[in-house]
């Protein structure tokens, strides 16, 4: 292994890292600021765990929470990188590492070890770590096997994530696999909640259960961590499995890549539905639309994210819902519909001109107002979004009917309007000033730039928390009675999208050059 | 009549200068070869003659008229293809080329046969392939294509030639040539001085940055004639190009 070569490419990774941050103008102070804020965050997150650890050890089940939490923590990791794409990001490629003289074994340490270095992953770290330290301080495990616990558990997480990740991408690849992964994913996510109740119900099917769960990486660690001497090595053999089982399936999904299914004719069709739907748009936008649309489900990236919102809205709608009975339902579901309007199509509807890389300057050589472009690709992605708009709302009044009656429905559709209008109008401004170069064929990793991760992420936290924030605390806040309101609040979220969509196309022109360098990686 | 006049062009990116006071007319009806050393701004002017950059000073004019950014009815007569080629790449050919035909506002019959009788005489048949797909050649060919497919009188063509297979650069010349005695402009940039050489009556060659240093008719290259510069006689475009650019000998001992 040439650890010389590697170390000299994990450098490079953090070189690469730098520049692009230093090119632009200004965001060496952002860079410095996400870092100490990164830090801080970090530090956060070790006490939380360490108070997790205290929690264990006072409660007197050090073992049984400890391995909880460490189970939480492993599965929002992998949801978090799979569906945010945070720490999927590959800095080389096999094909850019094959320049150096690298064996295979070798390109691929190189290449996964320099993806476990992301910052995503140590801030799970930096989590696994305070709660072996918590536990340690206080009187529950020795801090030699946490910290072996901690790593090992660190590494089966980043395989686990790859390997969910690349499993996704295959079954996207399989003919019907845009049909079937939406519902394995509705399988997954409605499983809990219907099993928890089974599980009450029978008392031995709780124990089958952790049972089950002590051949996991995660309980495995749990009694790495909480156990001495020759007793703390039963936890050793579930991560081992693991690990080396998920290093398998790793390796087996690289070297086979999905087989891409072409067409079987060759025969050119010209009246496709895209060319349909897009005559809507009337005879000036309709060759812009069509080719958005093309565009838009040709790209992989984009055919996953609007079919994983097909599970994902049902789930956030109805268990999310459920979960916050506590604080307000009505508040929580109004948060999910203006998720609704964002979700399906986040990366793009912020980054409307990073995936068209060289493209991009075809719209300036056109004989037509390049705001056009803009204006078309916008109205598309409304489109596309507010289908799902309508689902959610089909889908309440089906499962859920007359529970806050019409009034309650109007609202819920009024605040998928406003999250339409509002997360469109924000897109419009980010992809011009938050423009960020990205690979449409990309399926996994987060290629937004910090703008636009500070929309999509940080609305969608907004859109989950607020609400039901404000529900918990002013009950009755956010009731059907009050529907006028909302209808007032879509309205004038109405207004700044079609304000936006007057005034950011017209500003195209005068950033022209300063996003072609950024699209066509100049900058 | 000039089809493409420029007036002390200049391009400036911050403090560094792209384009330097270049001056330069191409008559209609040529094949007009434009020339520099790898980054002496051949692309920038391209970018500032096509509406993609704005210069920061000088004048531009296309067929007659003045022209800019926002120029839509000069655009409607320029076909472009870009160092960078401009392609979408998730598209199928046909589908790439029948939206820039649209977008050049022409009507379906007319889009559905210049699309088809152009993927056949590239040998792009095969619509199965997205463009992302094709080979480097196969892209460029692409490219071509939609630089021509609206029958511009004016084309502006970053380096049309290299990667392509010497049919399809036969192909592509017959058709030049043939657009040429219609009177309408080639305008085009390449590093293959042997084919500007055959192909061009009249060449710029720049050097950096974007300064013009000589501008001729080199028709006299295929009448088996000289060209004199500078006290010397050039029997061909490469040894004048290397004499105007700088010629450079360099060795490396340990290669």
């Not at chain 1, 529950?140 to 558990?153: F, H, K, R, T």
């Not at chain 1, 897009?278 to 079919?307: D, M, N, Q, S, T």
């Not at chain 1, 007032?488 to 936006?500: D, R």
């Not at chain 2, 990116?13 to 792209?18: C, D, E, I, P, R």
């Amino acid at each position: 292994m040439d650890f010389q070569l590697i170390r000299h490419l994990i450098g490079l990774r953090y070189r690469l890292l730098w520049a692009k941050t230093r090119t632009r103008s200004g965001k060496i102070a952002l860079f410095m600021a996400g870092y100490l804020l990164f830090v801080l965050v970090a530090v956060f997150f070790a006490i939380v765990g360490a108070g997790g650890g205290m929690v264990a050890v006072r409660s007197g089940q050090a073992e049984r929470i400890a391995q909880g939490i460490l189970t939480a923590l492993f599965t929002s990791a992998t949801v978090t990188c799979v569906l945010l794409g945070f720490g999927m990001n590959e800095v080389f490629s096999d094909t850019e590492l094959r320049r150096f003289p690298l064996k295979a074994v070798e390109r691929r340490f190189a290449r996964h070890f320099a993806g476990i270095v992301d910052p995503f992953w140590f801030l799970f770290l930096a989590l696994y770590l305070g709660l072996a330290l918590g536990l340690y301080l206080f009187g529950a495990g020795s801090l030699v096997l946490g910290v072996i616990a901690v790593l090992a558990l660190f590494v089966c997480n980043y395989l686990a994530a790859q390997v969910v990740g690349r499993a996704m991408e295959r079954i996207m690849q399989q003919k019907g696999g845009s049909l079937l992964l939406p519902l394995i994913i509705m399988v997954v996510c409605f499983l809990p909640s219907v099993a928890m109740p089974m599980l009450k119900k029978h008392a031995g099917a709780g124990k089958v259960v952790l049972r089950v769960l002590a051949f996991t990486p995660s309980f495995g660690a749990g009694t790495l961590m909480t156990r001495t001497g020759p007793a703390a090595f039963a936890g050793v053999w579930p991560i081992a499995w693991w690990g080396l089982g998920l290093t398998v399936a790793l390796v087996i999904l690289e070297k086979r890549p999905p087989r891409i299914r072409v067409a079987q004719t060759t025969r050119i069709r010209w009246d496709t539905p895209y060319a349909r739907a897009a005559k809507i748009f009337g005879p000036r936008y309709a060759p812009l639309v069509e080719h958005w649309l093309l565009f838009l489900f040709r790209c992989k990236r984009f055919r996953i994210a609007y079919v994983m919102s097909l599970p994902l809205i049902p789930f956030l709608l109805f268990m999310w819902t459920k979960q916050a009975a506590r604080a307000d339902p009505f508040a929580t579901a109004m948060g999910v519909f203006a998720i609704a309007g964002l979700a399906p199509a986040a990366a793009f509807l912020v980054n409307q001109f990073g995936y068209v890389g060289s493209g991009f300057r075809r719209y300036f050589l056109f004989p037509m107002d390049p705001a056009a472009a803009l204006r078309a690709s916008s109205v598309t992605l409304m489109a596309l979004c507010s289908v799902y708009v309508g689902l959610a709302a089909f889908a309440w009044v089906l499962f859920a009917p007359g529970a806050w009656g019409a009034r309650g429905i109007v609202m819920l559709l009024a605040s998928g309007v406003f999250g339409l209008c509002f997360f469109h109008g924000v897109g419009l401004w980010t992809t011009l000033y938050g423009a960020r170069r990205a690979d449409p064929n990309k399926t996994m990793g987060n290629d937004l730039s910090l703008v636009g991760n500070v929309v999509v992420v940080g609305g969608m936290m907004a859109m989950l928390i607020g609400p039901m924030t404000v529900g918990q605390f002013h009950k009755g806040l956010i009731a059907p009675d009050r529907w006028l309101v909302a209808v007032g609040l879509a309205a004038l979220a109405a207004c700044f999208y079609l304000f936006s969509l007057r005034s950011a196309p017209a500003i195209l022109s005068s950033r022209r050059e300063a996003l072609l360098a950024v699209l066509e990686r100049k900058a | 009549m000039d089809a493409i006049r420029i007036q002390n062009l200049v391009k400036k990116y911050g403090l560094k200068t792209a384009v330097d006071g270049l001056s330069l007319s191409v008559a209609a009806g040529t094949m007009f070869g434009f020339l520099g050393p790898n980054g002496s701004g051949k692309s920038t002017t391209i970018g500032c003659l096509t509406g993609l950059l704005d210069p920061t000073a000088g004048q531009v004019e296309i067929l007659g008229h003045r022209f800019d950014a926002d120029s839509a009815d000069l655009k409607r007569r320029m076909g472009v293809m870009p160092e960078t080629l401009g392609l979408f790449e998730p598209l199928r050919a046909h589908e790439f080329l029948a939206f820039v035909g649209r977008m050049y506002g022409l009507d379906e019959g007319s889009v559905r046969t210049r699309v088809t009788e152009l993927l056949d005489a590239l040998e792009l048949t095969d619509s199965s392939k997205t463009l992302a797909d094709y080979s480097t050649g196969m892209r460029k060919r692409v490219a071509f294509a939609a630089a021509v497919i609206h029958s511009p009188d004016v084309l502006f063509l970053d380096e049309p030639f290299e990667s392509i297979d010497p049919a399809g650069v036969a192909l592509m010349k017959e058709w030049l040539n043939r657009y040429v005695k219609q009177g309408r402009t080639v305008f085009l940039t390449s590093h293959v001085l042997e084919t500007v050489e055959r192909l061009c009556q009249e060449v710029a060659i720049i050097a950096t940055p974007g300064k013009l240093v000589w501008q001729g008719d080199i028709t006299t290259f295929g009448r088996e004639g000289a060209i004199q510069y500078d006290g010397q006689e050039f029997d061909a475009l490469e040894p004048l190009f290397l004499h105007l650019t700088g010629e450079r000998h360099v060795d490396l001992k340990w290669l």
